[in-house]
Every structure is written in structure tokens, then in C-alpha cells.
């Protein structure tokens, strides 16, 4: 397999982490300098207090540890069009369910190869396992700015469905994807 090559999710061994996995998660590699300082000294204690789960993505053939995506409750307070778009549905809550995509890295190593929507994918295949047993509406993001428009997450994120919960100018843009498709 080639160094640009899309990764298959049949070559993802996906795993929960846990203490077993502190020495693999503290040489891994990202710009996101953010998200690397989260993943090793928040990541296994968030998970034992029942705040997020993380998911750690290694990659079957050489064993490396290439993403993870952490996810997390959340619920979208109905506001403006979105509290009209629903009442005309006859659904008058206050807010509706969500699951949250708290974060999200790939591995410097990994990126372009298919990772990231391989991981979007994981969480809406998980949102709707969960809603069978649940209610759970929505999944949520604050997708975070960056300066690299070739990395730009309010894009990626729209390839799959998500819209602007609100627009912000500096900070994080909360995007929110329907999972019922209408």
C-alpha cells in the first residue's frame, strides 16, 4: 500500500482506551497540539469519570496507532428557525438529544487517507445503534477554525450532512447532522 493510499475500515482495529494504552497514546503524533494534550492526560480519566468515550484507530498491518475520536451526550437547545422547523413537525421540546463528537485527531502520518471520514462514519453508524435503544436525534460538533483551508473542519464536516448551529467568528462553530433524513 502506497503512502497516499485510502485506508479501508477492514484494515482499523478500533478499540476503547484504556490504561493499558498510556505508553502507545504518549508517542503519538499530531499538529493539533491541542488534541494530542487532551488525548494523553484527559482522555482515560474523562472516560472513568463517564464524561466521553474514546475510540483509538490502529491501523492492522503495522499495529500504529493513527486517530481517535471521542464522543460524548450532548442535546440542541431549540432555538429561531430550528425551534419553528421542529413545532411545525409537532415536536415542542425545549431541546433534542444529541451525541457529541468532543474530538477527533489524525495521526500527521495519516492525513488525506481517509481516516477522518472513516471515523464521521463510525459515529453515525454508533449514533444510530444507540438510538434504537435511546432517543437520540442529532449529532453534534464544535468544529474548531484553522488557518489551513485545506484543513478546513466546517467543510469536511458538511460533506456529511452536518449545518451551522451557529455562526461564529472566532473560536468554535457548534454544527449539528439531523438523523432523521427528511
Known amino acids: 500500500m502506497g503512502l497516499g493510499d485510502k485506508i479501508l475500515i477492514t484494515d482499523i482495529d478500533i478499540q476503547k482506551i484504556n490504561d493499558s494504552h498510556k505508553l502507545i497514546i504518549s508517542n503519538f503524533k499530531s ?3 491541542e488534541l494530542i494534550k487532551f488525548l494523553i492526560e484527559d482522555a482515560i ?3 472513568n469519570k463517564k464524561i466521553s468515550t474514546t475510540y483509538l484507530w490502529f491501523y492492522k498491518p503495522t499495529k500504529e496507532l493513527v486517530g481517535y475520536v471521542s ?3 450532548d442535546a440542541i437547545n431549540l432555538r ?3 425551534k419553528e422547523h421542529f413545532r411545525q413537525k409537532d415536536i415542542s421540546f425545549k431541546s433534542l438529544p444529541a451525541l457529541k463528537i468532543g ?3 489524525v495521526s500527521d502520518n495519516y492525513l488525506g487517507r ?3 471520514t472513516l471515523m464521521i462514519e463510525f459515529v453515525i453508524i454508533l449514533s444510530e445503534k444507540l438510538g434504537k435503544d435511546v432517543g437520540l436525534r442529532f449529532i ?5 477554525r484553522n488557518a489551513d483551508p485545506k484543513r478546513d473542519p466546517i467543510h469536511f464536516y458538511k460533506k456529511f450532512g452536518f449545518e451551522v448551529l451557529k455562526q461564529r467568528e472566532i473560536g468554535t462553530t457548534p454544527m449539528y447532522k439531523d438523523l432523521i433524513k427528511e
Open 71 to 73: 464522543v460524548m451526550t
Open 103 to 105: 474530538k477527533l485527531c
Open 140 to 144: 453534534t460538533t464544535d468544529s474548531k
Open 45 to 47: 480519566d474523562n472516560q
Open 114 to 116: 481517509g481516516i477522518g
Open 80 to 82: 429561531g428557525e430550528l
Open 31 to 33: 499538529y493539533e497540539k
